[in-house]
Nanobody, 122 residues
Framework: QVELVESGGGLVQAGGSLRLSCAASGRTFSIYPMGWFRQAPGKEREFVATVSGSGGWTHYADSVKGRFTISRDNAKNTAYLQMSSLKPEDTAVYYC???????????????WGQGTQVTVSS
């Protein structure tokens, strides 16, 4: 069992930056690929980024490539999403998710956090 808690969301102006954190419980954190997803009001949950268990492989949605960076610190049982050059269309609730595969489909992830709101003003 893995419990995930996101933090770091908030209100930021367009062009600004935020770093989201996802703290995980349990001693098996490093075996799980981690993913970040987001859901805007009235829209389906969409893939943002994923990172392998070791942190050596990452993959991004085209909409955030070059602006967002996913990473993890297995010693701290924490995954991160550094978001830069934020746009109003990035406004959503952001969720982190754990394994078992580093893929883009939400249904493939076993554990989910409660989400953190990110609001980007124009």
């Amino acid at each position: 069992q893995v419990e995930l808690v996101e933090s770091g969301g908030g209100l930021v102006q367009a062009g600004g930056s935020l770093r989201l954190s996802c703290a995980a419980s349990g001693r098996t954190f490093s075996i799980y690929p981690m993913g970040w997803f987001r859901q805007a009001p009235g829209k389906e949950r969409e893939f943002v980024a994923t990172v392998s268990g070791s942190g050596g492989w990452t993959h991004y949605a085209d909409s955030v490539k070059g602006r967002f960076t996913i990473s993890r610190d297995n010693a701290k049982n924490t995954a991160y999403l550094q978001m830069s050059s934020l746009k109003p269309e990035d406004t959503a609730v952001y969720y982190c998710a754990a394994g078992p595969a580093a893929v883009t489909t939400a249904i493939s992830y076993r554990y989910w956090g409660q989400g953190t709101q990110v609001t980007v003003s124009s």
